[in-house]
């Protein structure tokens, strides 16, 4: 067949037509809106559709029904070519500053919905695609609209308040704060006594949501879809054809003619292998318009639905099916249903085909197993040949791929309705409750004799558990005829674990995990099903306790109820001074419309080029040979750049060890950048890089754990050591030892924003600017001036905002810019490079794996004595901030506790996996962690509750730390009474209780956790800071420091205190942009400092201009700012000062292990209640109550956020983060598709962060207490809450007390803590596997090829 192209793809964006004459059919909608378009406002946060950053509205217009649909979808996997006849709505068409702001964009701004912004425009996205839908949704629809969007920031708990301002549900916080609730007075709210406030934002102020005002769909694409008749479409791009026919015939003949050819729909199967397996597909036909594919027809036996029709269809249909059949005819429809509710997120459903899900045979399809248990049937077709087949064909040999031949197509799927004595269900258990791929799902049925409990059919298909969807065949033909008893549920157990786990290798991933579901899932089977024959026939069936009712209910997401309480400002404030007050981000509205710039978004420079990084693919090993011969004959490629071509310095040494910018002759991990690759496009760079060709030899050895540096001796200097009072003595007197060991896993710093990079030469004196995505523009100046070998005076490094960091842009982004500048210096051109998501979590490292061994000792009456402790930590292949960390660690391990006699020692372990760096909390989390685990233990060994071993061994009164500094612990006593008080945990406990006696196989726990949290930089240059502010003659005033605005609010903050001191209103100050050239030498933005650091240097300087103006405002007191600037220009007074703060004076003697490494003390205290499923190791967050003390908030919406976000944040690392490594060293989570960050459905259902009040704060500006890392460590909460929930299910069934579990506390790792009869059948299985080794950096067991092919 001739393939010749057919005329422009035609479609609309945000009302404008675009007419493409050049469509690629490699070319997703992303890219094309943001360099073709130059709409910018969508990102790209992982190119793979896990993170919404890309969300676009679609909407069509079907000429038969006359209808409109809109439905959001991820631009990153949406191919143009698809698009024709579409109308695209964007970020910048729901509303701009320019034009007008929509209300969803207003309301996400206005109630601090955003931070770094990145995730933003995706949010407004998701939320007003639901809008058009639906104009008052519910809050249901609403939590399921944003499932597809993840938010690293915020902890998503102001998104959902704006969203909730749409729902119909009333807006009430539904909890009573000191007995009053937020409805409770309509006007500004605040307690008389203690002058608290709940209002973080007023709803007065938004404008109504009005549909009418919406975008029209254009009436062009409608009368196109009237009256032209569909005819083929063909594109050719450069190395791929797109072909779209209109008829079933025209498709068997294409798919006759190219059966290699895939059918792409939805393209969320295609597209991600073709992005990270470097699949390539010459030609690929596009099926979705052909009418058989879409149709939908109630049978009198089910439902046939076309393989087109996308998965969000198919779950309205069947939604709608279940309301007007009785309920026997549905069984099939609800079990389908429940698995559509939790498959991906509303994006992916959006796009995704039923036929895509069932032929693209991944293990881990969640509709397959289901589909294939309910004897769904397939309507196959290829030329001149129709047959219908059983959908447990295509798994019957075990792999997934007969059945269907490689010509044939798909046409339509048939789903039956259910019979009499029928009962059908589906389970998945998942990392993350929504938007996750199983990690084992089933679906099963069972078909009895007429009016008994016989077996007459059962049908049993698991997926995920190993590499297809599989039937356990043998068992069920094995169980047909027996009773649905006791007996016959073990003798399924016993056969399906046989069955199934013989079909798998015993390698693997969570081997143990997945067999325990395997049976936990028939199990759970089991009982619905005999719940449901009591229904029916109450008198032969006894149905199940009372007790085991609970576990037959999922875990679902409700839209969150919070409160926060905050001091309100003193009444005498000026109503113009905005220090205190809820202030919104100053970029807010710019994030929410899309307007806001990062470094992707900057326009592109003329001649600009892009670079690709070529990584290592050893961990350790020599460099034998690069051979770049075919990628630079790739098209566009421009030149390759090696160590080589760096002028002057390669390695940085900031200690032994070096830091490097390209790997000369060895590599020392899997990600060290060896050389890149600068060429025309992304595109072609990314292409030619996989073209060079990297000869290694391996070097031993190889270490990847902190076992392997332990054993090899290999260490970064110098170890530390702190020790206090008598240890070994202390222990020759307590009454009680333990001993003991956590390991907690590293954490990806997953901001929104990949590292950036655009270096543009000036072209004269070796100038260069760099605009870099970092939190410390001095250090890439340095390091580019040194790599360059020119003055930093010649290096301009800018910085607008960065869309996250969390510490994972202080030197990594150094080097990256450096590659990027050496770059740009060899080719004289600007050279962007911008890293995928992939590449970026796997070169740049991010919060250390750690190991603590302890051994403790105390008395009966829970006392802590004595505790010698150590520390590991992995470091990685260069030093970084490794010691440091190491050294805080140690510093911070206290937590809020005295204990009298203590030694700890840190050793930061030299390994090959990417360096580790810096991260939120840097070392505490980890540190604080290991100490509240031995507390826990104490608690468990003298059978004292623990939280009276905290209490007992809290800092009471103005003590000492263990190195010496003295501290008033008054407000870690008043933060820990408040949040037993307001978190009723007393009360609370005991309903936890209750309900743990009435549930058997659900169980609830509790914890309340305190926390001092120091804060300091350890030495005073490290907190100097300086600010330059100017006033114009027209009186505006431009404010710069050198703090850096990465979603943290500090830009807020600083007109605010500018504000404050020069008495002018914020709307007069503009704060442009972070850069070398204003304020040199700026430190960097870290470590909970930037406004406490910055904020007095802004002070500085504003006090300087004021006490400049004094006279001429003295001289016209009744003036106004801009008479007294006009005179003031006139009188020839300057009106630009410079503003400096010289830093804290901090100190720390390591010899002598004393010092004053600190300067403030933050305190805090949170109690998290959570909710266990025993069988599947799921669990839901119920609540969570923190108090912080955090002295005089500047502004107690951001400090809030910054509270709730790094919770959440916690979370993340001590619950679900987990990052592993194959057996090479090579990290297999490099996206958000294996690697789980929370999402909204992680965060606690009531969540309520209280403000100490009254608290004072000498130190630092106006009071207050800097405060971005302290609130991370409190998600251990909800460590310690799963762990007591775990207790109570082990002391139930009398299981040992103490068992030992580590971070991140996952559902695997619940449900092994949950021991009973079936993870016993794993001890017991031969072929079971030993459990996942709890190591410090998680191995599998399989290379990453294998991993690779197991991904979907
Ligand atoms: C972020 C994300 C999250 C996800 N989460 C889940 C999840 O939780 N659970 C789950 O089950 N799945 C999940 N998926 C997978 C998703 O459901 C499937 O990728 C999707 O259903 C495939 O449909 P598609 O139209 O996008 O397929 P495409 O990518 O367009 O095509 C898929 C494959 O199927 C073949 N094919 C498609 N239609 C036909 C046909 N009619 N006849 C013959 N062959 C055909 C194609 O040739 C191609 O090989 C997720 C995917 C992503 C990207
Ligand atoms: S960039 Fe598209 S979903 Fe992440
Ligand atoms: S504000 Fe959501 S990712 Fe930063």
């Given at each position: 067949m001739a393939l010749q192209g057919h005329g422009p793809l035609i479609f609309y964006v945000n009302g404008r037509k675009i007419v493409e004459k050049n469509a690629d059919p490699?070319?997703?909608?992303?890219?094309?809106?943001?360099?073709?378009?130059?709409?910018?406002?969508?990102?790209?946060?992982?190119?793979?559709?896990?993170?919404?950053?890309?969300?676009?509205?679609?909407?069509?217009?079907?000429?038969?029904?006359?209808?409109?649909?809109?439905?959001?979808?991820?631009?990153?996997?949406?191919?143009?070519?698809?698009?024709?006849?579409?109308?695209?709505?964007?970020?910048?068409?729901?509303?701009?500053?320019?034009?007008?702001?929509?209300?969803?964009?207003?309301?996400?701004?206005?109630?601090?919905?955003?931070?770094?912004?990145?995730?933003?425009?995706?949010?407004?996205?998701?939320?007003?695609?639901?809008?058009?839908?639906?104009?008052?949704?519910?809050?249901?629809?609403?939590?399921?609209?944003?499932?597809?969007?993840?938010?690293?920031?915020?902890?998503?708990?102001?998104?959902?308040?704006?969203?909730?301002?749409?729902?119909?549900?009333?807006?009430?916080?539904?909890?009573?704060?000191?007995?009053?609730?937020?409805?409770?007075?309509?006007?500004?709210?605040?307690?008389?006594?203690?002058?608290?406030?709940?209002?973080?934002?007023?709803?007065?102020?938004?404008?109504?949501?009005?549909?009418?005002?919406?975008?029209?769909?254009?009436?062009?694409?409608?009368?196109?879809?009237?009256?032209?008749?569909?005819?083929?479409?063909?594109?050719?791009?450069?190395?791929?054809?797109?072909?779209?026919?209109?008829?079933?015939?025209?498709?068997?003949?294409?798919?006759?003619?190219?059966?290699?050819?895939?059918?792409?729909?939805?393209?969320?199967?295609?597209?991600?292998?073709?992005?990270?397996?470097?699949?390539?597909?010459?030609?690929?036909?596009?099926?979705?318009?052909?009418?058989?594919?879409?149709?939908?027809?109630?049978?009198?036996?089910?439902?046939?639905?076309?393989?087109?029709?996308?998965?969000?269809?198919?779950?309205?249909?069947?939604?709608?099916?279940?309301?007007?059949?009785?309920?026997?005819?549905?069984?099939?429809?609800?079990?389908?249903?429940?698995?559509?509710?939790?498959?991906?997120?509303?994006?992916?459903?959006?796009?995704?085909?039923?036929?895509?899900?069932?032929?693209?045979?991944k293990s881990t399809s969640d509709l397959n197993p289901v589909l294939a248990a309910s004897n769904c049937m397939l309507n196959l077709a290829s030329r001149g040949r129709k047959r219908q087949i059983p959908l447990s064909d295509i798994f019957a040999d075990g792999v997934g791929n007969n059945a269907v031949a490689p010509e044939e197509i798909l046409v339509s799927v048939h789903i039956p309705h259910s019979r009499k004595g029928e009962h059908v269900s589906a389970f998945r258990q998942a990392p993350r409750r929504e938007n996750a791929l199983s990690i084992t799902n089933a679906g099963m049925r069972v078909l009895f004799e007429e009016d008994t409990d016989i077996i007459k059919d059962l049908s049993i298909f698991y997926g995920g558990a190993v590499s297809t969807t599989v039937c356990a065949k043998q068992t069920c033909q094995a169980l047909i005829r027996r009773h649905w008893n006791e007996q016959m549920l073990d003798e399924a157990c016993r056969l399906v674990l046989k069955e199934i786990a013989l079909l798998g290798s015993a390698s693997g991933e969570k081997v143990d995990y997945k067999k325990t579901l395997i049976v936990s899932f028939f199990y759970r089977f089991f009982l619905e099903v005999l719940q449901s024959l009591k229904t029916m026939d109450p008198g032969h069936c006894s149905g199940i306790p009372m007790e085991y009712r609970s576990v037959l209910q999922d875990f679902k997401t409700k839209m969150p109820q919070s409160i926060q309480i905050f001091q309100d400002i003193e009444p005498s404030q000026s109503p113009q001074d905005p220090v205190g007050?809820?202030?919104?981000?100053?970029?807010?509205?710019?994030?929410?419309?899309?307007?806001?710039?990062?470094?992707?978004?900057?326009?592109?420079?003329?001649?600009?080029?892009?670079?690709?990084?070529?990584?290592?693919?050893?961990?350790?090993?020599?460099?034998?040979?690069?051979?770049?011969?075919?990628?630079?004959?790739?098209?566009?490629?421009?030149?390759?750049?090696?160590?080589?071509?760096?002028?002057?310095?390669?390695?940085?040494?900031?200690?032994?060890?070096?830091?490097?910018?390209?790997?000369?002759?060895?590599?020392?991990?899997?990600?060290?950048?060896?050389?890149?690759?600068?060429?025309?496009?992304?595109?072609?760079?990314?292409?030619?890089?996989?073209?060079?060709?990297?000869?290694?030899?391996?070097?031993?050895?190889?270490?990847?754990?902190?076992?392997?540096?332990?054993?090899?001796?290999?260490?970064?200097?110098?170890?530390?050591?702190?020790?206090?009072?008598?240890?070994?003595?202390?222990?020759?007197?307590?009454?009680?030892?333990?001993e003991g060991e956590i390991s907690i896993g590293g954490q990806e710093h997953f901001y929104l924003e990949t590292q950036s990079v655009l270096a543009v030469p000036r072209g004269e004196d070796k100038e260069m600017d760099v605009y870099v995505s970092t939190q410390h523009p001095a250090i890439i100046q340095e390091m580019v001036a040194a790599s360059l070998g020119v003055p930093s005076n010649r290096i301009m490094c800018h910085v607008k905002r960065v869309g996250g960091a969390f510490g994972g842009k202080l030197l990594k982004a150094g080097l990256l810019a450096s590659v990027a500048a050496v770059a740009a210096n060899k080719t004289s051109r600007a050279v962007r490079l911008i890293l995928s998501r992939e590449d970026d979590m796997l070169i740049t490292g991010g919060r250390h794996p750690f190991i603590g061994k302890y051994k403790v000792g105390f008395m009966n009456d829970g006392r802590i004595r004595a505790v010698d402790a150590k520390y590991y930590i992995n470091g990685g292949c260069t030093p970084d901030e490794s010691v440091l960390v190491g050294e805080v660690s140690l510093l911070k391990m206290d937590n809020a506790y005295k204990i009298p006699n203590l030694r700890c020692c840190a050793y930061a372990c030299k390994t090959n996996l990417p360096s580790n760096t810096a991260f939120r909390g840097f070392g505490f989390p980890q540190s604080a962690l290991v100490t509240e685990t031995w507390i826990t233990e104490v608690a468990d060994k003298t059978g004292l509750p623990p939280e009276k071993i905290r209490e007992i061994n809290m800092y009471k009164e103005n003590e000492q730390t263990h190195f010496k500094q003295k501290l008033d612990p008054q407000n870690l006593i008043r933060c820990w009474n408040e949040c037993m008080e307001k978190s009723a945990y007393y009360t609370r406990k005991t309903a936890v209780n209750e309900f743990n006696k009435q549930n058997y196989w659900k169980k609830r726990g509790i914890a309340i956790v305190p926390m001092k949290f120091p804060f300091g930089l350890g030495t005073r240059y490290l907190s100097q800071a300086a600010a330059l502010v100017h006033i114009y003659t027209d009186g505006s005033v431009l404010l710069t420091h050198g703090g850096i605005e990465m979603g943290q609010g500090i830009h807020t903050k600083m007109i605010q205190v500018a504000s404050r001191e020069l008495n002018i209103p914020m709307s007069r100050i503009h704060f442009c942009e972070t850069s070398t050239t204003t304020v040199p030498n700026a430190c960097a933005s870290v470590g909970s400092a930037g406004t406490d650091v910055n904020g007095m240097a802004v002070k500085d300087a504003c006090q300087t201009l004021l006490k400049r103006l004094q006279p001429i405002i003295s001289k016209n007191p009744k003036?106004?700012?801009?008479?007294?600037?006009?005179?003031?220009?006139?009188?020839?007074?300057?009106?630009?000062?410079?503003?400096?703060?010289?830093?804290?004076?901090?100190?720390?003697?390591?010899?002598?292990?004393?010092?004053?490494?600190?300067?403030?003390?933050?305190?805090?205290?949170?109690?998290?209640?959570?909710?266990?499923?025993?069988?599947?190791?799921?669990?839901?967050?119920?609540?969570?109550?923190?108090?912080?003390?955090?002295?005089?908030?500047?502004?107690?919406?951001?400090?809030?956020?910054?509270?709730?976000?790094?919770?959440?944040?916690?979370?993340?690392?001590?619950?679900?983060?987990?990052?592993?490594?194959?057996?090479?060293?090579?990290?297999?989570?490099?996206?958000?598709?294996?690697?789980?960050?929370?999402?909204?459905?992680?965060?606690?259902?009531?969540?309520?962060?209280?403000?100490?009040?009254?608290?004072?704060?000498?130190?630092?500006?106006?009071?207050?207490?800097?405060?971005?890392?302290?609130?991370?460590?409190?998600?251990?909460?909800?460590?310690?809450?799963?762990?007591?929930?775990?207790?109570?299910?082990?002391?139930?069934?009398?299981?040992?007390?103490?068992?030992?579990?580590?971070?991140?506390?996952?559902?695997?790792?619940?449900?092994?803590?949950?021991?009973?009869?079936?993870?016993?059948?794993?001890?017991?299985?031969?072929?079971?596997?030993?459990?996942?080794?709890?190591?410090?950096?998680?191995?599998?067991?399989?290379?990453?090829?294998?991993?690779?092919?197991?991904?979907?």
């Open positions: 490699e070319q997703m909608l992303l890219s094309y809106l943001r360099k073709r378009l130059r709409l910018t406002g969508t990102k790209y946060g992982c190119g793979e559709g896990g993170c919404g950053a890309c969300t676009v509205m679609i909407s069509t217009y079907e000429p038969t029904l006359k209808k409109i649909r809109h439905y959001s979808a991820n631009a990153c996997l949406l191919p143009i070519c698809s698009l024709y006849g579409v109308a695209v709505t964007t970020v910048e068409g729901v509303g701009s500053t320019k034009t007008r702001i929509h209300p969803v964009q207003e309301r996400l701004a206005k109630c601090h919905g955003s931070q770094c912004g990145f995730c933003t425009p995706g949010m407004v996205m998701s939320i007003y695609t639901l809008l058009r839908n639906h104009t008052e949704p519910s809050s249901e629809q609403m939590v399921a609209a944003l499932a597809g969007n993840l938010c690293r920031c915020t902890g998503y708990r102001p998104i959902l308040d704006a969203c909730k301002t749409f729902c119909k549900e009333s807006v009430c916080c539904q909890r009573k704060a000191n007995g009053k609730c937020c409805l409770d007075k309509e006007d500004y709210l605040f307690d008389e006594e203690e002058k608290v406030s709940i209002r973080l934002f007023s709803t007065d102020e938004f404008q109504p949501l009005d549909p009418t005002q919406e975008l029209i769909f254009p009436p062009e694409l409608m009368r196109m879809a009237e009256n032209q008749p569909k005819r083929t479409l063909i594109f050719h791009g450069e190395r791929m054809t797109w072909i779209s026919p209109v008829s079933l015939d025209e498709l068997l003949d294409l798919k006759a003619a190219h059966p290699k050819a895939p059918l792409v729909i939805g393209n969320t199967s295609v597209g991600p292998e073709m992005k990270s397996k470097g699949v390539f597909h010459p030609i690929v036909i596009a099926p979705a318009r052909i009418p058989d594919l879409n149709v939908v027809k109630n049978t009198d036996d089910g439902l046939t639905l076309g393989a087109a029709c996308s998965l969000s269809l198919v779950k309205d249909i069947l939604a709608n099916v279940i309301s007007e059949f009785p309920e026997e005819k549905t069984k099939v429809f609800c079990a389908v249903l429940h698995q559509l509710r939790t498959l991906g997120g509303e994006q992916i459903r959006n796009v995704a085909s039923l036929g895509g899900n069932i032929m693209s045979r007050r809820p202030i919104m981000h100053q970029s807010g509205i710019k994030h929410a419309t899309g307007e806001a710039v990062y470094i992707d978004d900057l326009p592109s420079v003329d001649g600009e080029l892009f670079l690709a990084v070529v990584t290592s693919s050893r961990a350790h090993a020599k460099i034998v040979s690069i051979d770049t011969s075919e990628a630079l004959k790739g098209p566009g490629v421009f030149d390759i750049i090696t160590a080589y071509d760096v002028p002057a310095t390669n390695e940085f040494y900031y200690s032994d060890d070096p830091e490097i910018i390209f790997a000369r002759n060895k590599v020392i991990c899997v990600g060290q950048i060896v050389c890149a690759v600068v060429a025309d496009s992304n595109v072609h760079a990314k292409q030619a890089a996989a073209e060079v060709k990297i000869e290694y030899e391996v070097l031993k050895p190889v270490i990847l754990t902190i076992e392997e540096a332990i054993k090899h001796n290999s260490f970064y200097e110098p170890k530390r050591k702190l020790e206090q009072g008598n240890v070994d003595q202390a222990f020759e007197t307590v009454e009680n030892i333990i003036g106004t700012w801009n008479d007294w600037i006009k005179e003031a220009f006139e009188q020839s007074v300057s009106l630009s000062a410079t503003g400096y703060f010289r830093g804290y004076n901090e100190n720390m003697d390591w010899e002598k292990g004393e010092g004053q490494p600190f300067t403030y003390f933050l305190y805090g205290a949170a109690c998290s209640e959570v909710e266990i499923n025993c069988l599947t190791g799921d669990h839901k967050n119920l609540r969570t109550d923190v108090v912080m003390d955090i002295g005089c908030s500047i502004n107690p919406a951001v400090d809030i956020g910054q509270i709730e976000g790094a919770f959440v944040q916690g979370i993340g690392l001590y619950t679900m983060e987990e990052l592993k490594y194959t057996p090479d060293g090579t990290l297999y989570t490099r996206g958000p598709d294996q690697y789980k960050i929370p999402a909204v459905c992680d965060i606690p259902e009531q969540f309520s962060v209280s403000l100490l009040s009254s608290s004072q704060n000498p130190y630092a500006i106006y009071a207050s207490k800097g405060l971005g890392e302290a609130g991370f460590f409190l998600g251990c909460s909800v460590f310690f809450a799963l762990r007591d929930a775990i207790t109570g299910v082990r002391n139930e069934r009398g299981l040992k007390k103490t068992f030992a579990l580590n971070s991140p506390l996952t559902a695997e790792q619940i449900r092994a803590g949950c021991a009973d009869e079936f993870t016993e059948m794993m001890t017991n299985d031969a072929s079971a596997s030993s459990t996942p080794r709890a190591v410090s950096v998680r191995v599998t067991n399989q290379s990453a090829q294998d991993l690779n092919g197991m991904k979907n």
